[in-house]
C-alpha cells in the first residue's frame, strides 16, 4: 500500500520560510519522479515543483521560480519543498504526489500522470 505524508505545514507570515517533507513507503521510491501541487479554497489544483529519480531534472511553476526549491533525499525516501519568501498568495493545501518514470528521468508537470497522492498539509500565509 502505497503511502505518502507530508508534514511541515502551518502558518507563516508573508517573507517568511517553511520546509515542506514528504515521506513515501510502499514503493520503490528510486523509480518515482516526484512533485508538489497546491490548491487553494476556490481554485483548482496547480503544478508548483517536480524532480525526477535521481534529482537531475527539476521544474518550477513561474510563480515560485527563485523563491521555493524541490530537493529529494532518496535514501529516506522523502521529498521537500523548501519555501522561501512566501506571499499570502501561497496560502493553500500542499499535495505531494508520485508518478511512474522507469528507466529514465521524468520531471512531470501535468497531475493526470501521478498515480499517488498524499493527504495535503495546509500552508497560510498572513500579511
Known amino acids: 500500500q502505497v503511502q505518502l505524508v507530508e508534514a511541515g505545514g502551518g502558518l507563516v507570515q508573508a517573507g517568511g520560510s517553511l520546509r515542506l517533507s514528504c515521506a513515501a513507503s510502499g514503493l520503490t521510491f528510486t523509480i518515482y519522479g516526484m512533485g508538489w501541487f497546491r490548491q487553494a479554497p476556490g481554485k483548482v489544483r496547480e503544478f508548483v515543483a517536480t524532480?525526477?529519480?535521481?534529482?537531475?531534472?527539476?521544474h518550477y511553476a513561474d510563480f515560485v521560480k527563485g523563491r521555493f526549491t524541490i530537493s529529494r533525499d532518496n535514501a529516506e525516501y522523502t521529498v521537500y519543498l523548501e519555501m522561501n519568501s512566501v506571499k499570502p498568495e501561497d496560502t493553500a493545501v500542499y499535495y505531494c504526489?508520485?508518478?511512474?518514470?522507469?528507466?529514465?528521468?521524468?520531471?512531470?508537470?501535468?497531475?493526470?500522470?501521478?498515480?499517488?497522492w498524499g493527504q495535503g498539509t495546509q500552508i497560510t500565509v498572513s500579511p
Open positions: 524532480i525526477s529519480q535521481r534529482g537531475a531534472k527539476t
Open positions: 504526489a508520485a508518478t511512474y518514470c522507469p528507466g529514465y528521468e521524468c520531471a512531470r508537470i501535468t497531475d493526470g500522470q501521478y498515480a499517488y
